[in-house]
């Protein structure tokens, strides 16, 4: 019972995953095209925008509901970047 519980609860978390990639992958590009449009590297980035920005940014990438959606999307990325 609780094992039959964990495999839907691991499925459903999968499944928010492969949903959420498309939508990190954009934010991963969009964060990189504005570094460079800027002509700052990340630290300088980072530096430059508010607090309000940087916990925002912080929620969107270290979120445990993310993290598996985070590390394809960066993977995708440096693979086709």
Known sequence: MIGNIIMIMLGVYIL?????????????????????????NQSEYYQSKGVAEQVLHA?????????????????IYKITH
């Open 16 to 40: 928010i995953s492969l949903v959420l990639v498309p939508v990190q992958y954009r934010y991963l590009a969009g964060l990189e095209a504005e570094q460079k449009r800027n002509g700052q």
């Open 59 to 75: 929620n969107a990438q270290g979120n445990p509901l993310f993290i598996l959606a985070n590390v394809t999307a960066y993977n």
